[in-house]
């Protein structure tokens, strides 16, 4: 039963409007719960959070009674019954408009969380067939099984989804205070902890972006929305799809870039910051495949060869290149 239902039967009932069957509803109600006029307010905030679930259980039960049976009563009895419906008609206000957030402190919604390990990548399937990799050192907090209306689940770092189409339940992700919603589609979502950012592209389909409650924008395949946590702005680009979600695989293909895009990749795949001493060697462009590239050591040393460049590893992890720069 709705609450426009319950407002509606209340409302008839102290006009004298209501059914046999409406009257005999309401004085269930009243005889179960008594009058609350004066309880409630002496009731803690815990206290009143069990009445609220208790009477709004019993409502939801006797909600299909139908019966035959006319109730009849003194009248001082009625219009004290009738000042306790008044009172029952308030608190079902407060029910109502409190209900999501009541529902969930007394029934917390149970999520699976998943964290990945540093230099290790793995992949899940949801229980309406979605599927998700998730990124080294990065968490995926779902529910394992969609009751609602929505599909939703919670990433902080790097993930790549494949979404089952379901156009009666949208899927959002939540990264930050950035939401992403699809119906059914496959995109990147990259939270930068480092640059503060969080990147979403789409490989395949449409996938609207939001800050909160502010669009950012709908971006359809090799478009890319990065938006940062820090100024609340946000740019939109046409980009390589396929380099952004090359992290899934073991080998790292590079074709046609600089050695600063080829910095962007390996910083994603290995976490790590690398930076340079010049923008000349940033620019040294290069076409190569780094196989089974599972060592950031093997991979910069065949990079900054081919580039006459050299490495440093810093005592903080971080990684400086430097060199000449190519003609």
């Not at 919603?181 to 480092?194: E, K, P, Y």
């Not at 950031?296 to 060869?305: H, Y």
């Amino acid at each position: 039963m709705s609450r426009i239902d319950i407002e509606d039967i209340l409302d008839r009932y102290l006009k004298g409007e209501a059914s046999t069957g409406e009257i005999e509803q309401v004085e269930i109600w009243l005889n179960n719960n008594g009058n609350p006029n004066s309880e409630w307010q002496q009731m803690d905030k815990a206290s009143r959070d069990r009445w609220l679930e208790g009477l709004f259980n019993n409502i939801q039960s006797s909600a299909g009674i139908n019966g035959s049976k006319v109730v009849t009563m003194p009248r001082r009895v009625l219009w004290r019954r009738i000042v306790a419906v008044a009172a029952v008609v308030a608190i079902f206000f407060t029910i109502y408009l409190e209900w999501p957030a009541l529902q969930n402190k007394l029934h917390p919604i149970q999520l699976t969380a998943l964290k990945v390990p540093a230099n290790q990548k793995t992949q899940i399937v949801l229980a309406d067939g979605s599927k998700i990799w998730i990124n080294s050192l990065s968490e995926i907090k779902y529910h394992k099984v969609f009751n609602g209306k929505t599909r939703e689940v919670y990433l902080s770092g790097e993930a790549y989804f494949d979404i089952r189409h379901d156009a009666a339940r949208p899927f959002i992700i939540h990264t930050g205070k950035v939401l992403t919603t699809v119906l059914g589609t496959a995109f990147n979502i990259r939270q930068d902890s480092l640059m503060h950012t969080v990147v979403v592209t789409v490989a395949r389909g449409k996938v609207s972006v939001a800050n909160g409650d502010q669009p950012l924008g709908t971006i359809t395949p090799n478009q890319q929305i990065s938006f940062n946590e820090i100024n609340q702005q946000h740019t939109q680009k046409d980009v390589d799809a396929e380099q952004v979600i090359a992290w899934r695989e073991s080998d790292i293909h590079f074709n046609d870039i600089t050695f600063a895009d080829a910095a962007v990749q390996l910083q994603q795949r290995f976490k790590v910051k690398i930076s340079f001493t010049n923008d000349k060697v940033k620019n040294c462009r290069f076409t190569g495949t780094a196989l089974k590239a599972e060592r950031l050591a093997d991979v910069l040393k065949v990079i900054c060869a081919f580039n006459d460049a050299t490495y440093q590893t810093k005592a903080d992890g971080s990684i400086i290149i430097d060199g000449p720069g190519c003609n």
